[in-house]
């Protein structure tokens, strides 16, 4: 590889659906110098490796600018904040889905009950009519179609230039030529319509569809440009775990400085109660820290001089002293911003199924089109008057385009993710695009983080074991007493424990604690102690055989001991006990044919325990936040497709890496930002639910793709005329638009059935 080589990550403007990474990619690497390129649509980011000796962003922009589309290239600076582009967020708000898809969506319902309306009309007798004069009904369909087009249409439009240009359809480029195609014939008529008379054109208007067609995909573009618009926000939210100040000590004075301006190797100051603002070595002082936003242990780790620290972490009690290792986008934090990022924008999306088909469909029709035209206009002028050859020819040629426009193709998709999305909320399963759905239904394997998704998340008394002279009511009444008076977040857990015995405590004098050892008191002048073994060692203790490597403490549980002068007491233990659900949510995991993984920064001992009682089928333990991101890797590399459970910001790169992500919402703001699905109190029953939800809106989707490309199979054919030679049977524009809103109708009608479909 060239020492010249760089890789950087730009934003890319123009985007609108499968077939862009396509074209972008292969223009990128086209580019002399360009080694890789990986396109992401739904962070609309390039990942791009080239020689900077042979080109530049300013270069490759200049290629892609032609095609439609837009380079950003990096800001260069250096702050705690630089993986968050500003002007990527800056597009997603200008988003012309993001700014019409809501009101063109009630717009396009409207005049879809107007049509079906008017087709009943026509179809039955007994309907009665649209009680609005035939005039001011064709008005009002004009000028709701020419609104709809004047505020979202330019998209499509220059869908249809960048086909002319590049060759290459997508879903917007069937839209802006059928869309465009009904208006254009529909407005002649309307204007025009002697000339139209005169020209034996039928006078048929399509504005009607115009508007749904346009305002239904408008939509289905507005649901997925909110989840784009989550990207930066995600990264912007990790970023903001780190303090934004430190007290730093420079010639012995402490001075109040941001973050942006301390260096390597100066000394901060961290109080109990406050974020560690750098990561760093202890140089002075002992405490308890809360790391669990960063590698997801629930219990609080006691540090000492010598001990690393992680900016962003919980100081709980004792003051510090720590010296700075790392600054900037060096630190824990920026580095797994910038694995997170990494991973958004090397992402592949899947291939839409419609963008595929509309490859090859709109070639064919403009084809099919042109080729009808020509023929009626040469061939049948042999055997019929030319007028009427040439009126033959245009119902032909609109009648093609028309039936052809993407209307039932179009919805196939959008609608049936429009209800599952809503359906999803409803079951508690928040999704945030329909590229997650698709995703979802193939997953193999469930990789689930342990702590706060399997587990609770928090530390409870699992066991009390008194000695043989105690009772389990005096143990946990001392030990809960002793506790009553300190801040160290397993004092709580004895307090809660105690409170829901209803165990009265005993009064304690002279309490004090010692850090990261334990608790003292004397309780009716007599001296308590409670604490790890090293602090009943120093008070000349013995343990007694029962209470030494228990199976317990090879459990994974924090061992407290109690003791009296020289007696031993009895041990409370404490640990993160699992979810009542979560055997139960393996289960349908297992019975969907899905193996379960944990995943875990925890021990093995006490990840095995917890995955024994889950009935997890395969545990990777001792992990840290980047490793749990190359194991994710591997996993879909051996399973083809794979899907991660987290909550805490230690899943984050993870869940970005899989091809779902999946947050427990009683996580952290960053898992919950960066994954494409959120499952609402943190109820793991709901993942085997999403799970479902997916395999059946993707059965539905397939079945709307088949009818919506069925009805253009048969129906243009039949616009071409081919059955008029033979039998004098052609289809009339009014019958074509009558197949399209036919399809329109059952494209809905099937995705609606996913409100009533079981899916627990």
Same mark, same amino acid.
């Given at each position: 590889?060239?020492s010249?080589?760089t890789t950087?990550?730009l934003s890319v403007?123009?985007?609108?659906?499968?077939?862009c990474v396509?074209v972008?990619?292969?223009?990128?690497?086209k580019i002399p110098?360009?080694?890789e390129?990986?396109?992401?649509i739904?962070?609309?980011?390039?990942?791009?490796t080239?020689?900077?000796?042979?080109t530049?962003?300013?270069?490759?922009?200049?290629?892609?600018h032609?095609?439609?589309?837009?380079?950003?290239?990096?800001?260069?600076?250096h702050?705690?904040?630089?993986n968050v582009?500003?002007? &990527?967020?800056n &597009?997603?708000?200008?988003d012309e889905?993001h700014?019409?898809g809501p009101?063109l969506?009630?717009v396009a319902l409207?005049?879809?009950a107007?049509m079906?309306?008017?087709?009943?009309?026509q179809s039955f007798?007994?309907?009665?009519?649209?009680?609005?004069?035939?005039?001011?009904?064709?008005?009002?369909?004009?000028?709701?179609a020419t609104?709809?087009?004047?505020?979202s249409?330019?998209?499509?439009?220059?869908?249809v230039?960048?086909f002319?240009?590049?060759?290459?359809a997508?879903?917007?480029?069937?839209v802006g030529?059928?869309?465009g195609?009904?208006?254009l014939?529909?407005l002649?008529?309307?204007?025009f319509?002697?000339m139209?008379?005169r020209?034996q054109?039928p006078?048929?208007?399509?504005?009607?569809v115009?508007?749904v067609?346009?305002?239904?995909?408008?939509?289905g573009?507005?649901?997925?440009?909110?989840?784009?618009?989550?990207?930066?926000?995600?990264?912007?939210?990790?970023m903001?775990?780190?303090?934004?100040t430190?007290?730093?000590?420079?010639?012995k004075?402490?001075?109040?400085?941001?973050v942006?301006?301390?260096?390597?190797?100066?000394?901060?100051i961290?109080?109990?109660?406050?974020k560690?603002?750098?990561?760093?070595?202890?140089?002075q002082?002992?405490?308890?820290?809360?790391?669990?936003?960063?590698t997801?242990?629930s219990?609080?780790?006691d540090k000492?001089k010598g001990?690393?620290?992680i900016?962003?972490?919980l100081n709980?009690?004792?003051?510090?002293?720590?010296?700075?290792?790392?600054?900037?986008?060096?630190?824990?934090?920026? &580095?797994i911003?910038?694995?997170v990022e990494?991973?958004q924008?090397?992402?592949a999306?899947?291939?839409?199924?419609?963008?595929?088909?509309?490859s090859?469909?709109v070639?064919?029709?403009?084809v099919?089109?042109?080729i009808?035209?020509?023929?009626?206009?040469?061939?049948?002028?042999q055997?019929?008057?030319?007028?009427q050859?040439i009126?033959?020819?245009?119902?032909c040629?609109?009648?093609i385009?028309v039936?052809?426009?993407p209307?039932?193709l179009?919805?196939?998709t959008p609608t049936?993710?429009?209800?599952?999305?809503?359906r999803?909320a409803?079951?508690?399963?928040?999704?945030?695009?329909?590229e997650?759905?698709?995703?979802?239904?193939?997953?193999r394997?469930?990789?689930m983080?342990k702590?706060?998704?399997?587990?609770?998340g928090?530390?409870?008394?699992?066991?009390?074991?008194?000695?043989q002279?105690?009772?389990?009511s005096t143990?946990?009444?001392?030990?809960a007493a002793l506790?009553?008076?300190?801040?160290?977040?397993?004092?709580?857990a004895v307090?809660?424990k105690?409170q829901t015995?209803n165990?009265?405590?005993?009064?304690?004098?002279k309490f004090?604690?010692v850090?990261?050892?334990?608790?003292?008191?004397?309780v009716?002048g007599?001296?308590?102690?409670l604490?790890?073994?090293r602090?009943?060692?120093e008070?000349?203790i013995?343990?007694?055989?029962e209470?030494r490597d228990t199976?317990h403490?090879?459990?994974?549980?924090t061992?407290l001991y109690?003791?009296?002068?020289?007696?031993?007491?009895?041990?409370l233990?404490?640990?993160?006990?699992?979810?009542?659900?979560a055997q139960?949510?393996?289960?349908?995991l297992h019975?969907?044919g899905?193996?379960v993984?944990?995943l875990?920064g925890?021990?093995?001992?006490p990840?095995?325990?917890?995955?024994?009682?889950?009935?997890?089928?395969?545990?990777?333990?001792?992990?840290?936040?980047?490793?749990?991101?190359?194991?994710?890797?591997?996993?879909k590399?051996?399973?083809h497709?794979a899907?991660?459970v987290?909550?805490?910001?230690?899943d984050?790169?993870?869940l970005?890496t899989a091809?779902v992500?999946?947050?427990m919402?009683?996580?952290?703001?960053?898992?919950i930002?960066t994954?494409?699905?959120t499952?609402?109190?943190g109820d793991l029953?709901k993942?085997a639910?999403?799970?479902?939800l997916?395999k059946?809106?993707?059965?539905i989707?397939r079945q709307?793709l088949?009818?919506?490309?069925?009805y253009?199979?048969?129906?243009?054919?039949l616009?071409?005329g081919?059955?008029?030679?033979?039998?004098?049977?052609?289809?009339?524009?009014?019958?074509a638009?009558?197949?399209?809103a036919?399809?329109s109708?059952s494209v809905?009608?099937?995705?609606?059935?996913?409100?009533a479909l079981?899916?627990q």
């Amino acid at each position: 590889m060239s020492s010249n080589n760089t890789t950087l990550t730009l934003s890319v403007q123009g985007m609108h659906c499968a077939s862009c990474v396509s074209v972008i990619t292969r223009a990128l690497t086209k580019i002399p110098g360009v080694s890789e390129c990986s396109v992401n649509i739904a962070t609309e980011k390039a990942h791009v490796t080239f020689d900077a000796s042979q080109t530049s962003p300013t270069q490759m922009n200049a290629v892609l600018h032609p095609l439609g589309y837009t380079l950003t290239e990096p800001t260069e600076h250096h702050t705690q904040h630089e993986n968050v582009p500003q002007d &990527h967020t800056n &597009h997603m708000n200008h988003d012309e889905s993001h700014v019409h898809g809501p009101h063109l969506m009630i717009v396009a319902l409207f005049t879809f009950a107007l049509m079906l309306w008017d087709i009943a009309t026509q179809s039955f007798q007994k309907v009665p009519p649209i009680p609005l004069p035939p005039s001011v009904f064709m008005m009002l369909m004009f000028v709701l179609a020419t609104y709809t087009l004047v505020t979202s249409g330019s998209q499509f439009f220059s869908a249809v230039l960048r086909f002319i240009k590049t060759g290459k359809a997508n879903m917007d480029t069937l839209v802006g030529i059928g869309a465009g195609t009904a208006y254009l014939y529909s407005l002649f008529v309307y204007i025009f319509p002697s000339m139209a008379f005169r020209l034996q054109l039928p006078f048929i208007l399509y504005f009607d569809v115009v508007t749904v067609v346009v305002g239904f995909i408008v939509y289905g573009k507005h649901l997925e440009s909110r989840s784009k618009r989550k990207t930066g926000e995600a990264l912007q939210q990790l970023m903001e775990l780190q303090a934004k100040t430190a007290l730093v000590l420079r010639d012995k004075q402490e001075i109040e400085l941001p973050v942006e301006e301390v260096r390597i190797g100066d000394l901060l100051i961290v109080k109990p109660g406050t974020k560690i603002p750098l990561d760093g070595l202890i140089v002075q002082g002992a405490s308890s820290v809360d790391e669990s936003l960063v590698t997801g242990e629930s219990m609080p780790i006691d540090k000492k001089k010598g001990d690393g620290v992680i900016g962003g972490t919980l100081n709980q009690q004792g003051a510090l002293v720590v010296q700075t290792t790392k600054i900037g986008k060096d630190t824990m934090l920026a &580095h797994i911003a910038q694995l997170v990022e990494h991973a958004q924008t090397t992402k592949a999306p899947i291939e839409r199924l419609a963008d595929a088909i509309s490859s090859v469909f709109v070639p064919v029709v403009l084809v099919i089109a042109f080729i009808t035209l020509l023929a009626w206009l040469t061939i049948a002028p042999q055997f019929i008057p030319v007028q009427q050859a040439i009126a033959l020819a245009l119902t032909c040629f609109v009648g093609i385009l028309v039936i052809a426009c993407p209307c039932a193709l179009g919805l196939a998709t959008p609608t049936a993710v429009i209800v599952a999305v809503g359906r999803g909320a409803k079951q508690g399963i928040l999704i945030k695009d329909a590229e997650s759905l698709e995703k979802l239904h193939k997953t193999r394997v469930v990789v689930m983080d342990k702590t706060g998704t399997l587990t609770n998340g928090k530390p409870v008394v699992t066991d009390v074991v008194p000695s043989q002279k105690y009772t389990y009511s005096t143990v946990l009444s001392f030990a809960a007493a002793l506790e009553k008076n300190s801040e160290h977040p397993l004092a709580h857990a004895v307090m809660q424990k105690a409170q829901t015995e209803n165990i009265n405590l005993h009064h304690v004098e002279k309490f004090i604690a010692v850090q990261g050892k334990g608790v003292a008191g004397k309780v009716g002048g007599k001296n308590y102690i409670l604490g790890n073994q090293r602090f009943l060692e120093e008070k000349n203790i013995v343990l007694p055989p029962e209470a030494r490597d228990t199976v317990h403490t090879k459990q994974g549980k924090t061992p407290l001991y109690l003791a009296s002068e020289k007696s031993y007491m009895g041990a409370l233990y404490l640990a993160d006990t699992l979810k009542e659900n979560a055997q139960h949510a393996v289960k349908r995991l297992h019975k969907l044919g899905i193996k379960v993984v944990m995943l875990t920064g925890d021990l093995l001992e006490p990840a095995q325990y917890i995955a024994a009682q889950a009935g997890i089928d395969q545990v990777i333990a001792h992990v840290l936040p980047h490793e749990k991101a190359q194991h994710v890797e591997e996993l879909k590399k051996q399973f083809h497709q794979a899907t991660m459970v987290g909550d805490g910001v230690n899943d984050a790169p993870a869940l970005a890496t899989a091809d779902v992500g999946i947050a427990m919402s009683t996580g952290t703001d960053i898992a919950i930002s960066t994954a494409n699905m959120t499952l609402l109190k943190g109820d793991l029953e709901k993942l085997a639910d999403a799970i479902v939800l997916s395999k059946k809106t993707m059965r539905i989707i397939r079945q709307n793709l088949f009818w919506a490309f069925f009805y253009n199979v048969v129906g243009i054919p039949l616009a071409a005329g081919i059955l008029y030679p033979f039998f004098g049977i052609l289809l009339n524009p009014i019958f074509a638009g009558l197949a399209m809103a036919l399809s329109s109708v059952s494209v809905v009608s099937n995705s609606l059935r996913l409100r009533a479909l079981k899916i627990q």
